[in-house]
């Protein structure tokens, strides 16, 4: 029902939204939203689908709050590697990945666009 209604919401640039399949209403918010640049969907099971949209369709997002999800290394590694324009990733309290992995903090380190 959501992604009907995107398309006639071109002037979105922020959203917050509960538990939902963020891989059917991304792609719609990347095709019509062009001034789209947070997302905040805490406490949502991120899966390999959600991930994939997000990164395909949202690469220019600055804000992204996934905080009290789950989140597995691999899927957090491919945000942090295909949204290159995050300024703020919040994933507190995540369940999926250990904030110490040393690969997860490297590319934090190297993604210095990300604060």
Do not use: T, W
Not at 87 to 109: Q, S, T
């Amino acid at each position: 029902m959501i992604p009907k209604f995107i398309s006639m919401l071109k002037i979105l640039g922020i959203l917050k939204i509960g538990q939902c399949c963020l891989n059917e209403i991304l792609p719609q918010i990347g095709l019509y939203c062009h001034n789209f640049i947070l997302l905040s969907a805490p406490y949502n099971n991120i899966g390999k689908d959600d991930v994939s949209a997000l990164v395909d369709s949202l690469p220019a997002l600055k804000y992204l709050d996934l905080h009290g999800g789950v989140l597995e290394k691999e899927y957090l590694v491919k945000i942090l590697k295909g949204c290159k324009q995050l300024v703020h990733l919040d994933v507190r309290n995540c369940k999926g990945f250990d904030d110490d992995d040393d690969e997860i903090l490297e590319l934090a380190r190297v993604a210095s666009h990300i604060r």
